[in-house]
């Protein structure tokens, strides 16, 4: 079965500080992988989607980067948090058979 | 632009009746529609489907209804159990954004239910 693995639950960062989340994905290759953020009142907004190592395509312009070392490593980064990056974030991978995500447990971030 | 809407952000519903959770969209390409389900600090797990091709799925004490004419669709949790409390989120897939598979997702409903 497929599984997802976020770490770390939970992180309380100073503004200004440098990030790196960690989602790995365990019982299938080759899975398309995503970074979601679902801030207060505003739902799952799609950060980050990568189709295979080393391709990362963004969609809204912000100030987290990802990469995709390993097929089944997606990292989430940032250099410099700002307060607005506070929220939950999210890792899904797409899941064998019907249409839908898996997602991982997610990583409550709190910048301050 | 919203593709897919859920213009409750929350619903309170009594123990035992009947919960029914909206969704709008205006994409009429999408093909395929889910529903999650998301408690506080975990992540959304998936919860039922319907194709764009039926109009109704059901499993269990959850059904999907889906008005391809009105771009609606709805889930209808009976009975309701206190174990339902949890947010919704409407999701449905179009290729036109979402990433890779094409999954664009609702702002979500909280549902309460009461005992």
């Known amino acids: 079965s497929q599984t997802i693995h976020q770490w770390p639950a939970t992180l309380v960062q100073p503004v200004g500080s440098p990030l790196s989340l960690e989602c790995t994905v365990e019982?299938?290759?080759?899975?398309?992988l995503y970074w979601y953020r679902q801030a207060a009142g505003r739902g799952l907004q799609l950060l980050f989607y990568?189709?295979?190592?080393?391709?990362i395509s963004s969609e809204v312009p912000q100030n987290l980067s990802a990469s995709r070392p390993q097929d089944r490593q997606f990292i989430l980064s940032s250099k410099k948090l700002l307060l607005s990056d506070s929220g939950f974030y999210l890792c899904a991978q797409t899941r064998a058979g019907p249409v839908g995500y898996t997602f991982g447990s997610g990583t409550r971030l709190t910048v301050v | 632009d919203q593709q897919v809407k859920q213009n409750s952000p929350s619903l309170s519903v009594q123990e035992g009746r009947i919960s029914i959770l909206n969704c709008d969209y205006t994409n009429s390409m999408f093909d395929y529609f889910l529903w999650y389900k998301k408690y506080p600090a975990e992540g959304p797990t998936f919860l039922i489907s319907i194709s764009s091709i039926k109009d109704k799925n059901e499993d269990g004490r959850f059904t999907v209804f889906l008005n391809k004419s009105a771009k609606h669709l709805s889930l209808h949790i009976v009975p309701s159990q206190p174990g339902d409390s949890a947010v919704y989120f409407c999701?449905?897939?179009?290729?036109?954004?979402?990433?890779?598979?094409?999954?664009?997702f609702g702002k979500g409903t909280h549902l309460i239910i009461q005992p």
């Open positions: 019982g299938t290759s080759n899975p398309n």
């Open positions: 999701a449905a897939r179009g290729y036109s954004g979402g990433g890779a598979d094409g999954l664009t």
């Open positions: 990568s189709v295979g190592i080393g391709q």
